[in-house]
């Protein structure tokens, strides 16, 4: 099993969040799912640094838009951008405590070397607030975390009974 694995067992464990299948069998989380490269219609490029902060650490999107993320290391300390709500990130940052080697290759998180450069094509298809952090031993606690609010009508459960 790929380290990028125990997580998302892990991630399944701790949080209530279930995904749900889609037809086009990508799957939805609570914050979002992996985007159609044909649909972007947002461009956001973001730098990690060695100061624990992610530039912009900010971002406003409409509920709907599929954002491409341009992320840079422009440090010289190994970085990461895991998207996710803050239960889930405060688990993961948990668990990375004690696997600090483990790498990120899911369509939500990447981890980067210094000077590197990835992408991430990102729906999102919920509105409020989804969070993102890097999660290196050390970095979140030090502040490196940011959020994207998405704004457009509140996502509300059906109150329909079957």
């Not at 947002?42 to 060695?50: G, W």
């Not at 491409?68 to 010289?76: E, K, S």
């Amino acid at each position: 099993m790929k380290p990028h694995s125990y997580f998302l067992a892990f991630a399944v464990c701790l949080t209530s969040s279930l995904a749900l299948a889609h037809g086009d069998g990508k799957e939805e989380e609570d914050f979002g799912q992996p985007g159609d490269p044909l649909q972007i219609n947002r461009t956001v490029k973001v730098e990690m640094r060695d100061s624990m902060r992610f530039s912009p650490d900010k971002i406003n999107v409409k509920k709907g838009d599929t954002v491409l993320f341009v992320i840079h290391n422009g440090g010289a300390l190994k970085h990461e951008f895991v998207l996710g709500t803050e239960k889930e990130l405060k688990a993961h940052n948990e668990f990375m405590k004690q696997n600090p080697d483990m790498e990120h290759d899911d369509d939500s998180m990447v981890s980067l070397a210094p000077g590197d450069t990835a992408e991430i094509i990102w729906k999102f298809s919920r509105s409020g607030a989804v969070n993102f952090a890097c999660l290196q031993p050390g970095h979140y606690a030090a502040g490196m975390k940011g959020s994207v609010s998405v704004s457009g009508p509140l996502h509300k459960p059906s109150s329909k009974k079957p």
